[in-house]
């Protein structure tokens, strides 16, 4: 072993001697993994930053057979040290240890109880693995399942900024956007929220998986809240075996979403008590509280469509509020959150709606504008390239070949499967 | 601990900041495996969410901490009580849980500041909210007595009308700019040729 760990610091600092290094640890690989958890004071000999290759195999070895609780509390923090200041371009000569290494550093913090001591190391490890920001690692679900727990919320909001183009495993995907899903939920971001649980949904499978049936019973809840209103119907473009059963499988949310569209309150609390262990074992009692909250504010919104100005006492009997007092408060905390347009008019106990004022000529505006058109052409340019890039695919071809229907004589020659000359 | 950067924070009244340092500094002492929960400035790390307006974060910081430190910390609790009024929209109560407190020296700039912030604010809702609104619930409102409050909108030039006790609010007039800029014209052509192509 001493003489492995001669080889990492000699090899360690001049790049063209990586590869070397590489089949060296790759060489020791089963011994190493023999030794496991004894390899742990070696560890002092190393520096996480200079030596990054020969740490990585080194810890990899030590984590590989399962740890009792003190073995893996005196793991957790070389691991934590070694993730924030390990060397980008010696980990990514091995990501698949990297990544089992991070894996396992979650299942310890999760093992003390301690999901904060995860956060910092694991963003941190994220950016040494990935290989552009558009990049999304295995990683990126463990951090927000680290963020959720601990109640790190805006921690995970950084993360959910980035657009992702690039992603390695398809159910690293789903778990984002679903963990994503709960933390713009808690932050009360139910644009994104929706956003990130749609894709959930809608995302190309042959199974249903459990990932998608609770996104959908999340989904329908902050469409409520948010959008006033939920559509059973799914997009084209979701698959057929989500588009069966989904439905079926989350049938009381679906009632509970009916329910909603009457407007009346006392129905949807009826149906929100009646499956209320359902939503209490889901953990989604919060957000059907949340729903009928906003039940208060749509029944003012609809009451915009029909008057111009209104009582306030009025406003509190048709929206089954106690008193006009109350009705007062609502409207101000709906013009608050610019949920409304409208002044209230305390001396005669009225409320008076308005138009938005917003005329869309402000400078603030344009840059608004401006700013999503950029956004959408950097899109475009993007699946045009993707668009070129499948059109060579040769497995692609080779499907458009023999699906080729032959309508004119011109057009006989098939498509080239093998250049065969 | 290493709390410099809270303390030139305090120190220059840069209080939008507090949050997010506060934030750092306890994810990289966390990393660190340090116990930190003890000696945790709990209650300007509460009062820093709640000047920035974050109060869901407010919440979540105040969902994980530990219920001794909830206990034996008076200060902690006074801040929640800010938090809560400000989550339930007691508008008036926020007064209330401020002056409710004897704050300590730390704690004291951040909450006059937050104090004068947030009067602010409450006017600007109440000047786009109401056209006409009650002496006592402008005086509720703003945290003035009635007769501060009757100087200070007028000045604004709002309309007293001691008779029926009853104020006119003046709107501020939006003022929004509507310059055209020149590099406009060069956005403008590249979404052309853009969509030509």
Redesign the interface.
């Known amino acids: 072993m001493e003489v492995l760990v001669v080889n990492i610091q000699g090899l360690s600092t001049n790049p063209g001697d990586l590869p070397n290094l590489q089949n060296i640890l790759k060489q020791a690989h089963d011994s190493l993994h023999a030794e496991s958890i004894r390899l742990l004071p070696l560890l002092d000999m190393l520096d996480p930053s200079l030596h990054s290759l020969g740490f990585l195999y080194i810890l990899e070895a030590c984590t590989s057979s399962a740890l009792s609780k003190e073995q893996a509390s005196a793991v957790?923090?070389p691991t934590?040290r070694f993730m924030?200041s390990c060397s980008k371009e010696q980990i990514q000569l091995a990501p698949e240890k990297f990544i089992s290494v991070c894996k396992r550093f979650k299942d310890y913090v999760m093992q003390l109880e301690?999901p904060?001591?995860?956060?910092?190391?694991m963003l941190a490890a994220i950016r040494k693995i990935q290989s552009s920001s558009e990049h999304l690692t295995p990683l990126h679900p463990e951090f927000l399942v680290l963020c959720l727990l601990?109640?790190?919320?805006?921690?995970g909001l950084s993360i959910l900024d980035e657009d992702i183009f690039e992603v390695d495993q398809p159910k690293d995907l789903l778990l984002y956007c679903y963990y994503g899903g709960m933390i713009c939920i808690?932050?009360?971001h139910f644009r994104k929220a929706l956003e990130l649980l749609h894709n959930v949904v809608t995302a190309p499978t042959s199974v249903i998986t459990a990932i998608a049936v609770e996104a959908y019973k999340k989904y329908i809840l902050v469409s409520l809240i948010h959008n006033g209103q939920f559509s059973t119907s799914l997009p084209k473009y979701t698959s057929s075996v989500a588009q069966r059963n989904l439905k079926n499988i989350c049938q009381p949310y679906i009632e509970l979403a009916n329910s909603y569209t009457t407007g009346k309150i006392a129905d949807f609390e009826s149906v929100a008590q009646k499956h209320r262990e359902k939503f209490d074992n889901d953990n989604n009692l919060g957000l059907v509280k949340q729903a009928i909250s906003s039940m208060y504010k749509r029944n003012i919104q609809r009451l915009t469509q029909t008057y111009l100005t209104l009582s306030l006492q009025d406003i509190a009997n048709s929206v089954q509020l106690n008193s006009a007092k109350e009705a007062e408060?609502h409207?101000?905390?709906m013009?608050?959150d610019g949920e409304i347009f409208?002044?209230?008019?305390?001396?005669?106990g009225m409320v008076?709606f308005l138009e938005d004022?917003e005329?869309y000529?402000?400078?603030?505006m344009?840059e608004r504008i401006?700013s999503s058109?950029q956004r959408i052409?950097a899109l475009?340019r993007k699946l045009t390239t993707m668009n070129e890039n499948i059109s060579c695919d040769p497995m692609y071809l080779a499907k458009v070949g023999r699906e080729r229907q032959r309508f004119d004589f011109d057009d006989f020659d098939p498509v080239p499967q093998r250049f065969n000359i | 601990m290493e709390f410099s950067p809270l303390s030139s924070a305090l120190a220059s009244k840069s209080y939008e900041r507090i949050a997010d340092i506060c934030d750092d500094i306890m994810l990289q002492v966390a990393a660190e495996g340090v116990s930190f929960q003890e000696d945790w400035p709990y209650a300007i790390h509460l009062l820093g969410h709640i000047y920035a307006g974050d109060i869901n974060s407010m919440r979540f910081l105040w969902k994980s901490m530990p219920s001794a430190v909830k206990e034996n910390n008076p200060e902690v609790q006074a801040a929640w009580r800010i938090g809560q009024k400000l989550w339930v929209r007691d508008y008036v109560g926020v007064y209330e849980a401020i002056r409710g407190f004897n704050w300590s020296q730390e704690a004291q700039g951040l909450v006059a500041a937050f104090s004068d912030h947030y009067t602010k604010k409450m006017f600007q809702l109440l000047q786009s909210a109401y056209s006409t609104i009650s002496i006592q619930d402008t005086s509720l409102f703003l945290n003035m007595n009635e007769d501060d409050v009757k100087n200070y909108v007028q000045q604004q030039g709002w309309i007293v009308d001691p008779a029926s006790q009853m104020i006119t609010v003046k709107k501020r007039p939006i003022v929004t700019e509507q310059k055209l800029n020149p590099s406009k014209l060069h956005s403008l052509t590249e979404y052309v040729f853009h969509l030509e192509h």
């Not at chain 1, 000529?361 to 603030?364: F, I, Q, T």
């Open positions: 957790v923090l934590a924030n301690a904060m001591r995860g956060v910092a190391p601990s109640k790190c919320y805006k921690a808690g932050q009360k408060m409207v101000l905390q013009i608050q409208a002044t209230i008019n305390q001396k005669d008076s004022p005329q000529k402000s400078c603030g344009i401006d058109i052409m475009s």
